[in-house]
């Protein structure tokens, strides 16, 4: 479980970190755009207030409050189950972190600012992407993808 807690921890901090740099010490919040190496790199503020590419976004409380116990009961049930199971593997144990680290950063963002801090944009010379995203989020997919192709071991050690 120690990997697991300092893979959250690591990506927590450099979540809020980068977050903190590129909105407030950049001004992002106030130019809006920063063109880093376009067209393949830009800062794109984005206030999200729904989870990937703004689904479920909503400006009420409720929708607020229901995210941020979402991704909590999420946080609790993956720690939970990467603890119980004594056959988790190292790659196992690193997704697990991913995710519980991208997502409590994206709930102190909800917690601080009422939605969550994008500003990671990535285009191509022929499409602009219209969507930006963080640290935090980058590290829920690589996590959850983990968690998902990766289950699959523990099973297999415990019928061996």
Known sequence: MRLTAWIAAAVLIVDQI??????????????????????WLNFR?????????GLFAGEDALTRWGLIALALVIV???WRWIARDGAAGRGLR?????????ALGNVIDRLAYGAVADFLNMSLPFWRNPFSFNVA??????????????SGETGAKRRR
């Open 18 to 39: 980068s977050k903190y740099v590129v909105v407030h010490l950049m001004g992002l919040d106030r130019v809006g755009a920063i063109e880093v190496l376009p067209p």
């Open 45 to 53: 503020m984005a206030w999200n207030q729904g989870v990937n590419f």
């Open 76 to 78: 609790v049930w993956v």
């Open 94 to 102: 690193v997704s697990a972190g991913l995710l519980i680290g991208g």
């Open 137 to 150: 989020d980058i590290a829920i997919f690589v996590g959850a993808v983990g968690l998902v192709f990766l």
